[in-house]
C-alpha cells in the first residue's frame, strides 16, 4: 500500500514532534520532512514533493497564511492549517480555508495536545485525494438576484470539510431579503463565532450565530454556535431557534442531522434542504426526512466538493431531490423561495 507523504510546518520544534507523534500512529501515512517556516517548507517541497503539508499560521519571517496564499497561486496542494485556539487562529484559519486550504484544526494552549490531534490522520488521508484548484480557477463572482420578494420558506444548510468555501460562494448568491436560513457547519466553537463575523462583513443578509429563542427573520442568516450545542427549530407556524444541549448526534456537535430533522418537523412543506460538501453521513437521513415531509432538498454535486462524502451517503439514501455544482445551488435554491417565480 502506498503511504500518504507529509511535510510537517511548524516553528515550534515540540509542535513538529507532537504531529510527527499523531500521524505515525497511522501505518498509512509517512512523514518525509519538516520545516521550522515557510522558506525551509519551499525547499522541502521542492526536493520532497509531498502530497499533503500541514501548516501552522503564526510562524516567524512569513505567516503561513501568506505562504499558503504562495502555494495555492503557484503549485496548488491539500493543505491543513494547525492553529491555536484563540481570536487571532481562528481569524486567520477562516481565511485560510476561503483561499483554498483543506481544513484547519485547532491546538489547544495547553493540555494533551496529542489527543487534540487524534483525528489529524483521517483528516491527511481525506486531503490526500483531494486536487486543489488553483486561486484564479476557483475564483467565481456571483451576484446577489434581483428583484427577490420571499415566501414563508426557510432554508436549511448543513456543510463540513470544505464548508467555508462553499458557504462563502452559497451565501454570496443571498440577497439582502434572503429567506430565514439556518446553517450547520462542522467547527470548533471558537471558529464559529469569527466565521459569523467574517460572513456578515462580506455577504448582503446579515449573519450572526443562534441564539436560544431567537425567531426566524428574512434577511438573516443563522449559524450554528456549536460548543455544547446543537441547532434545532422548533414553533410551526413561527419558528425559533432553539440550543439543544445534548451529546454529539451522527459523530458531531454540532449537527447537521439533528437541524434537518428538527426542520422537517417544524416546517414541513416550507422546508429548503442544502447538504453541502463534508466527510461522513451526518445529514443523510435528516435530508431524508426534509424531503420524506415534502421539503425540496439539494446537494452539492461530487465535481465541486472538496470531499464528497456527506452529500454522497445523502443521494445514496434518496435524500437529494437536485444534484448541482455548488455555484448554481443559490439560485435553484432561491427560485424556489420567490413568490414571483412559477410553482416548480
Same mark, same amino acid.
Given at each position: 500500500? =502506498?503511504?500518504?507523504?507529509?511535510l ?22 509517512e ?8 522558506? =525551509? ?6 526536493r520532497?514533493?509531498?502530497d ?20 495555492m ?28 486550504a ?31 484548484k ?7 463572482k ?13 432554508i436549511?444548510?448543513g456543510?463540513?470539510?470544505?464548508g467555508?468555501?462553499a458557504?462563502?460562494?452559497l ?9 430565514p ?85 417544524t ?24 424531503? =420524506?415531509a ?25 435524500a437529494v431531490?437536485s ?21 416548480a
Open positions: 500500500m =502506498e503511504r500518504v507523504r507529509v510537517v510546518v511548524d516553528d515550534s520544534p515540540t509542535m513538529r514532534a507532537v504531529v510527527k507523534i499523531v500521524l505515525k500512529s497511522d501505518p498509512s501515512i512523514v518525509v520532512g519538516e520545516a521550522g517556516d515557510p522558506y =525551509e517548507a519551499r525547499e522541502e517541497i521542492k520532497l514533493n509531498p499533503v503539508l500541514t501548516l501552522d499560521i503564526e510562524m516567524p519571517r512569513m505567516s503561513g497564511l501568506q505562504f499558503l496564499e504562495k502555494i497561486k503557484l503549485r496548488p496542494m491539500p493543505v491543513i492549517m494547525v492553529s491555536t485556539l484563540t481570536q487571532k487562529g481562528a481569524t486567520d484559519t477562516i481565511e485560510a480555508l476561503r483561499v483554498g483543506f481544513e484547519g484544526v485547532g491546538k489547544p494552549v495547553k493540555g494533551d495536545f496529542v489527543k487534540a490531534l487524534a483525528h489529524l490522520p483521517e483528516l491527511i488521508k481525506a486531503a490526500a485525494k483531494h486536487k486543489p488553483s486561486m484564479i480557477e476557483r475564483q467565481s456571483m451576484g446577489a438576484i434581483q428583484n427577490f420578494a420571499p415566501n414563508n420558506k426557510v436549511a444548510v456543510a463540513s470539510t470544505g467555508v468555501e458557504l462563502f460562494t451565501l454570496s448568491g443571498f440577497p439582502k431579503n434572503c429567506p436560513t439556518i446553517i450547520t457547519q462542522h467547527m470548533p466553537e471558537s471558529f464559529l463565532v469569527t466565521f459569523a463575523e467574517r460572513l456578515n462583513r462580506s455577504i448582503e443578509p446579515s449573519v450572526s450565530t443562534a441564539r436560544e429563542g431567537e425567531a426566524l427573520k428574512q434577511g438573516h442568516v443563522y449559524l450554528a454556535p456549536g460548543g455544547l450545542h446543537h441547532l434545532e427549530l422548533k414553533g410551526g407556524l413561527n419558528p425559533v431557534c432553539r440550543l439543544l444541549a445534548s451529546e454529539p448526534f451522527s459523530g458531531h456537535r454540532p449537527s447537521v442531522d439533528v437541524m434537518f430533522n428538527s426542520v422537517a418537523k416546517l414541513g412543506t416550507r422546508a429548503v434542504g442544502i447538504i453541502l460538501t463534508g466527510m461522513g453521513r451526518d445529514g443523510a437521513q435528516g435530508l431524508l426526512n426534509v424531503r =420524506e415534502g421539503g425540496r432538498t439539494f446537494g452539492q454535486d461530487q465535481n465541486s466538493c472538496v470531499v464528497y462524502g456527506m452529500p454522497k451517503s445523502a443521494f445514496d439514501l434518496g431531490e444534484e448541482l455544482d455548488i455555484a448554481k445551488i443559490s439560485a435553484a435554491a432561491l427560485m424556489l423561495c420567490n413568490v414571483k417565480a412559477r410553482a
